[in-house]
């Protein structure tokens, strides 16, 4: 049961554009959100989160949004640079439980 | 300021032999430590988590094993490699209730090739 889903398996974004990934969750009890950053053979590095409370939250060319009603959050980046090329995981848990669920990544290439 | 290492970086291994990656984290105390694969073009799969020394809950049925010996320190462990353990493994630590209201700070990940 597949709880956290990014159903784009890739993205490809002209630089300077902007990007935008998708993920959807299932479970109503999650309530904090994340998202990660993958370089090949490296482990993945936090980028951003946001609590149920919130609906957006920014930082920098970064920002996540929570649509809670249609169990639903995507991350904006603007403008996208090449480095931004890798695979971005969504992340989620559950007050209190004692794991992030993870979706199945997005592979997000910036193209010059 | 907290680091995570583990080791080796890359194994190749036959099937059948064991195996043993592990996981240090310097730097701060009590954390909740996992053990997550990536298989080749799938998510991170979480295997095993620990909130403390000796207590290990795991996550999926599968061929391995992990170990929480010192506060810090956190193996994973196989008798018998199959040829669907290939994958990459990554060691990651939370200071909160595993990540709830958190992140996870991941190693550099280990991979393995079962031959």
């Known amino acids: 049961d597949q709880q956290v889903k990014q159903n784009s398996p890739s993205l490809s974004v002209q630089e300077g554009r902007i990007s935008i990934l998708n993920c959807d969750y299932t479970?109503?009890?999650?309530?904090?959100f994340l998202w990660y950053k993958k370089y090949p053979a490296e482990g993945p590095t936090f980028l951003i989160s946001?609590?149920?409370?919130?609906d957006k939250n920014e930082d920098g060319r970064f920002t996540v949004f929570l649509n809670k009603s249609a169990k639903h959050l995507s991350l904006h980046i603007v403008p996208s640079q090449p480095g931004d090329s890798a695979v971005y995981f969504c992340?989620?848990?559950?007050?209190?439980?004692?794991?992030?669920?993870f979706g199945q990544g997005t592979r997000l290439t910036i193209n010059p | 300021s907290q680091t995570i290492h583990q080791w080796p970086a890359t194994l190749v291994q036959p099937v059948g032999s064991p195996l043993s990656l592990e996981c240090t984290v310097e730097g701060t105390s009590n954390p909740n430590l996992y053990w997550y694969r990536q298989a080749a073009g799938r998510g991170l799969q979480l295997l095993f988590y620990?909130?403390?020394?000796?207590?290990i809950s795991s996550e999926v049925p599968q061929n391995l094993s992990a170990s929480r010996p010192q506060d810090r320190q956190f193996i994973l462990s196989s008798k018998k490699l199959l040829l669907s353990d290939s994958g990459f493994y990554l060691c990651a630590w939370s200071l909160l209730a595993g990540g709830g209201t958190g992140e996870l700070f991941f190693g550099e990940g280990s991979r393995l090739t079962v031959l």
């Open positions: 620990s909130v403390g020394i000796g207590q």
């Open positions: 479970n109503s009890m999650f309530d904090y």
């Open positions: 992340a989620a848990s559950a007050l209190g439980a004692q794991k992030l669920v």
């Open positions: 946001i609590s149920s409370i919130k």
